[in-house]
């Protein structure tokens, strides 16, 4: 009986590991026909040996530029175009207008975000509005278009960024400022800043990141990690390498796995919170989609998009616009003689018809977006073959980008001064005079243009007026020009460290 039993149980672990040599036997060649298969209809462009792809491949080109984006720049500064095509990548890259007005609206339907895309961020933002297309896009866009453009909401949001003003930025600077001698680091403080308030707008959720104690927040580091590793996937001369880390879980697809998971177990928290509380009189924008959407996992991609929108790119402008007024004093004194004008001495901030009435800062806030976007660059692909308007052949699939970063820096579009910091560009009799979508498309254009559009500058607008009526912010980070790491969002490597001084204790800046 017991050798019987024995020998059962030799023939179970025999087997046992033949099933299991057998399935790695199969996992392997399955690899290995994938990346046959990727080598075959790839080869062409990873072989290829052009000038650019070379700088690409070996990163040659940080000899000469201190960031990717400037690189670009560079290149389609040179090119008769504006147009140049990264084959090493399959990406093709535009800085004309008129390339981006015939991708956003001639020929919208050919040119959407598409699966390359999707893939790269869909463990990320699943189904979310800023990674689909067609009926889930159309229907979270309808969506947010009503209650973005609702009195309500705007109200709502006018509240929750005044609050988180008066509550934790302005005592946070004036402890600062009392202090005489410490740093703040003022990306850290915005990018705080941005996600409490757009936590407590979308969700009535206070994360508190921006109270005195400057707290760490798991939810805000695994968000942020989240979107610099998501962002670096997009780096990969061959997606295969992300997706045999992501296969194996090691590296940084490990990372990115953990502060996903962690992002989401936190999401899933607030949306069950809000069910057991009650969501139906609640002003913010998380409830109103629940009113309508039953599933809780489109909710979660619901929440991070949310976050997406609200946190980084708005921490971004608000930083490079500090960042930028550091070296021009006489911007800054235009701007606050601007709001005596029309704010009373007493008022703590300005009404929303009192805000439509600041041209200038409109202005200064236009060309601070303008020099350093938040988003530097934005891809679709190719649905079908086609020809750009400037010539150029695309082919079904190849990645289309245009380059609101390196737009910025054409002559052509902005004349001889493109590169100075400049607000008047945008005055004319006094009035601000919005520019041409597709020749800043800073919010993207077309039937893809940003729903915040309008509220993001109010909410930078506030931002400005409350802290410069109240202190100077004296910019201690070298002014030579910004590093940016690599994410979604355009991240100033090091930060932004300034001194704040009450509103004239600094010594008087030159300009630059």
Known sequence: MESTGIS?????????CF?????LLLLTISVALIFCKFLWFSRRRLLCRCHICDSY???????????????????LKKSPSQTIHIHVLGNVITANPVVVEYMLKTRFNNYPKGKPFSMILGDFLGKGIFNVDGDWWMF?????????????IRSHAYKT????????????????AEDGKRILDLQDVFQRFSFDNICNFSFGVDPGCLESSMPISSFAESFNLATKLSAERALAITPLVWKMKRLLNVGSEKKLNDAIKVVKVLAKDVISQKRKLGFSNH?????????????DKFLVDIVISFILAGQDT???????????????????SRIRSEAKEVMDGDQEFASFEQIRGLHYLHAVVYESLRLLPPIQFDSKFALKDDVLPDGTTVKEGTRVTYHPYAMARMDQIWGPDCMKFKPERWIENGKFCPPNAYKYPVFQAGSRVCLGKEMAIVEMKIVALSVLRKFDIMVVSPASGPRF?????????GGVKVLVKKKGDAPPLEEN
Request: glycine share 2%; aromatic share 12%; hydrophobic share 45%.
């Open 8 to 16: 059962w149980l030799h023939k179970f672990q025999t087997s046992s």
């Open 19 to 23: 099933f299991f040599v057998l399935s």
């Open 314 to 332: 708005m921490a971004s402008a608000l930083s490079a616009f500090f960042w930028l007024l550091g070296t021009h004093p006489e911007t800054v």
């Open 485 to 493: 790491s690599p994410g979604l969002t355009a991240i100033m490597k």
């Open 57 to 75: 491949r070996t990163s040659s080109w940080a000899n000469e530029f201190d960031n990717l984006c400037d690189w670009y720049t560079h290149l």
């Open 283 to 295: 002003q913010d924008l998380l409830s109103r989609f629940m009113a309508c959407v039953n599933d």
């Open 161 to 176: 960024v005044t609050k988180e003003i008066e509550t934790r930025l302005l005592p946070l600077l004036s402890a600062a």
């Open 140 to 152: 979270q866009r309808k969506m947010a278009s009503l209650e973005l453009g609702s009195i309500a």
